[in-house]
């Protein structure tokens, strides 16, 4: 296992199109995590996961989107009727145990919508 | 070379000075804090990490000051190379007296540029 691993890295679509992403965890971590980023910002946290339970989201998660992680492996971030303010590079991240734990990032997606 | 202020976007060094990297938390009931690295295009990549029970930690290069009384945190690098060229980002776990959350509260981050 070489890390976390995110698919695409790049996603160009068009405005109301709906897209999604998908994230492999590391092997034997319980923890997931999605994060978005937008260009000069830190990483803003979206939602997260024990298992596949998806234990607290964000305010910034709006209606259109949507995570899942049905078999605590790996999970896929839906977005429908994008919109161009969706334009960022989205992170996941894994990590061990509960807080305290250092989460490790995927390389990310980078989502362009047009 | 040493930021000044609290936050300061962007940072010239010469290869081979110390760097030293600032960063003001809001959470004073946070009790963990990461510092990043993330070059151009990349996911954030882990540099060293703290608890709130510890004033510094040191890793290979690396040192992480922690003051709580003033909510500060520092990333100081030692001996800055060219790859060391990157976007620094401290990160906090925040909102930990609503249940624990899990959530990494990141800052803005720091450019630091090493020139050779």
């Known amino acids: 296992d070489t890390g976390v691993s995110q698919d695409p890295r790049h996603k160009i679509t068009k405005r109301g199109q709906n897209v999604t992403f998908r994230c492999d965890p590391i092997s034997e971590h319980n923890r997931l995590y999605w994060y978005r980023q937008t260009l000069g910002q830190g990483p803003e946290f979206l939602t997260y996961f024990q298992n596949e339970a998806q234990l607290e989201k964000s305010r910034l998660l709006s209606d259109r989107f949507s995570a899942e992680r049905p078999k605590g492996s790996f999970s896929t971030l839906e977005i429908q009727r994008t919109e161009q303010g969706d334009s960022a590079m989205y992170l996941c991240?894994?990590?061990?145990?509960?807080?305290?734990?250092?989460?490790?990032f995927g390389q990310g997606t980078r989502l362009t919508v047009v | 070379g040493e930021s000044v202020g609290l936050h300061l976007p962007t940072l010239s060094v010469q290869e081979g000075d110390n760097s030293i990297i600032n960063c003001a938390y809001s959470?004073?009931?946070?009790?963990?804090f990461i510092w990043y690295k993330q070059e151009s295009g990349k996911g954030p990549q882990f540099i060293i990490d703290?608890?709130?029970?510890?004033d510094k930690r040191q890793g290979q290069r690396v040192t992480v000051l922690l003051n709580k009384t003033v909510k500060h945190l520092s990333l100081q690098i030692a001996a800055t190379q060219p790859g060391d060229s990157a976007v620094y980002f401290c990160?906090?776990?925040?909102?930990?007296?609503?249940?624990?959350?899990?959530?990494?509260?990141f800052g803005k981050g720091t450019k630091l540029t090493v020139n050779p």
């Open positions: 959470n004073s009931a946070s009790d963990y």
């Open positions: 703290i608890r709130s029970n510890m």
């Open positions: 990160a906090e776990n925040g909102d930990i007296l609503q249940g624990g959350s899990e959530k990494l509260v």
């Open positions: 991240a894994s990590s061990l145990r509960g807080q305290g734990t250092e989460a490790f």
